[in-house]
């Protein structure tokens, strides 16, 4: 009611289609279990589909995973997948709402459906999973928690920190392992939890902390913006734990979750397949090998399962290349953080990136 006395009825659109989508699958699947007819892709797809438009979590600029440029176009890592996401439900990887989050409202704004992918350097763990509702797809790129110091400092271990003022980012996996990790062999800390990205950049570097605490990613990403250059620091050798990063999909929803895990592994696998942005084409049109099978979309039933057209993988390269494409553009020798590719190298390489097989 506004202060007129007139009365006023404010629609949820997305609610709106969210639930018209779910009355349609209810009435697919009953028809599917009545006659055996493979059931159709989810509601997500369809709410996304219906939209024209992916909303993506990314972060507030973290070099090499998600920032914009002086154009005002988002890169990185975690930003291509979501063009990548795009181009395989809606046929167009520009088709991206980006909306940057601090690590603290990241899984409310999926929860509240704000968003319907997170790409945001968010580790997985049990705990996400089964206390948030969430699901992880996979994981996008291995990474590990360690620790940044200024070089003049003379600080090489992390016994060196004891009594010192630690920056943290809230709302992460970091905050807890560090005085979890750090107390449990004798070494004392004060955490200096900061609630952005940004923020927590910015303290370090006026020197509120004496060390910065977060994903070594993370951290080569804020050495390569420091002021003074990236020179003036050093990333410790000590990592305290694992960090697998990934995509990140509300629970409940098993072929959103299953679409969003196949064009990561299409990415994977297409690197070990030698399928790549200039030549996936050429690939497809050859009509044979593993790269063909990858790429053909001959399956309709999968095509179907998936809500997807049947060069959904054709497009997903054309728009993002191959894994090893986004990782050398991003956070390889072109992009603006150089990242040794370690763990994230394929496991025909010694890494730890591996696809199941497509058929």
């Known amino acids: ?25 209810l009435i697919l699947a009953l028809l599917a279990l009545l006659v055996g007819l ?7 797809i369809d709410t996304v589909k219906a939209r024209g ?130 107390s449990a062999r004798g070494i004392l800390v004060t955490p200096l939890v900061i609630d952005s990205a940004t923020e927590l950049a910015q303290a370090f570097f006026s020197g509120r902390c004496r060390a910065l605490t977060s994903d070594t990613s993370q951290l080569a990403a804020a050495r390569a913006r420091a002021p003074g250059g990236a020179h003036r620091f050093v990333i410790l ?42 030549n996936v084409e050429a690939v497809v049109n050859k009509s044979r090998g593993a790269g063909w099978r990858l790429a053909s979309g001959k399956d309709k039933r999968l095509v179907r399962a998936l809500g997807v057209q049947s060069d959904w993988v054709v497009r997903v390269i054309k728009a993002v290349g191959n894994y090893g494409e986004m990782y050398e553009r991003n956070l390889g020798g072109g992009g603006p953080v150089r990242i040794e590719r370690g763990p994230n190298r394929l496991w025909t390489q010694g890494g730890l990136m591996y696809a199941p097989p497509f058929d």
Not at 1 to 17: Q, R
Request: glycine residues 10%; hydrophobic residues 45%.
């Open 53 to 182: 438009l992916l909303r993506c979590g990314v972060s507030e600029g973290i070099a090499g995973f998600s920032e914009r440029d002086a154009a005002g176009r988002w890169r990185g890592l975690d930003a291509d997948f979501c063009r990548a996401v795009a181009a395989a439900v809606l046929g167009d990887p520009d088709k991206v709402q980006f909306v940057p989050l601090k690590a603290s409202t990241r899984f409310p704004a999926l929860q509240s459906n704000q968003i319907e992918l997170l790409l945001r350097n968010t580790t997985w763990t049990l705990t996400r999973e089964a206390l948030l509702g969430v699901q992880f797809p996979g994981v996008l790129f291995y990474d590990g928690q360690g620790f940044m110091v200024e070089k003049s400092a003379s600080i090489g271990s992390l016994a060196d920190l004891d009594g010192a003022t630690v920056c943290v980012e809230k709302g992460t996996t970091h905050q807890q392992r560090l005085t979890e990790y750090l």
């Open 38 to 44: 493979p059931v159709q892709a989810g509601a997500q």
């Open 1 to 25: 009611m506004n202060g007129d006395g007139e009365n006023y009825t404010y629609v949820n659109c997305d609610f709106i289609v969210t639930a018209m989508t779910m009355i349609h699958r």
């Open 237 to 278: 050798p000590e990592v305290i734990s694992k960090e697998p990063l990934g995509p990140v999909v509300r629970g409940g929803d098993a072929e959103w979750t299953t679409l969003v895990r196949w064009v990561l592994f299409a990415l994977i696998a297409a690197e070990e397949f030698g399928v790549t942005r200039a």
